[in-house]
């Protein structure tokens, strides 16, 4: 504190604010040079399509994919079995939930329709695909319909 003195024998007492304000902008470039660099989730390449975002209602399930053929579901690494034992404890409580399949756009096709089908047996329906919007549109991610308006099969 600084104590600037007034009239005869009586102190004004002032706090110093510039050493906060100091941290308190350190901290603040700090947090917007980490906030990118944190990601969360499975490193996958989506494939790039143009369509309409579906609206996020609660927790998403989401089924990654890697490159290497590893299934990851949300952050947890599965094989396709432990996949659907975990889906299927799921699907009893909430017959209704939705997953969302990210694969990168290297893993083969029939990888991507082994894991649909492991996720199928779980007795869960409701299945989407999590894409990349080409650059030039709105937004970064999106999840996939046919047409009909259902999810993808």
Not at 75 to 104: C, G, H, M, N, Y
Request: net charge negative; proline share 7%; hydrophobic share 40%.
């Amino acid at each position: 504190m600084a104590f600037d003195s007034g009239q005869r024998g009586s102190f004004v007492s002032q706090i110093n604010v510039t050493p906060l304000v100091d941290v308190m902008l350190v901290l603040l470039v700090i947090f917007m040079v980490t906030a990118p660099i944190i990601q969360q989730g499975v490193q996958v390449s989506l494939p790039k399509v143009k369509a309409e975002a579906l609206p996020g209602k609660e927790q998403q399930f989401v089924v990654s994919i890697t490159r290497n053929n590893e299934i990851y579901l949300n952050d947890t690494k599965l094989d396709p079995q432990a996949l659907t034992d975990k889906l299927a404890a799921i699907s009893k409580e909430r017959p209704d939930r939705e997953v969302f399949i990210r694969a990168d756009e290297q893993v083969s096709y029939g990888e991507v329709i082994r894991t649909m089908a492991a996720i199928k047996a779980a007795g869960i329906e409701n299945v989407g695909m999590v894409t990349e919007t080409p650059a030039g549109s709105d937004s970064d991610s999106e999840a996939h319909k046919h047409p009909s308006g259902q999810p993808a099969p």
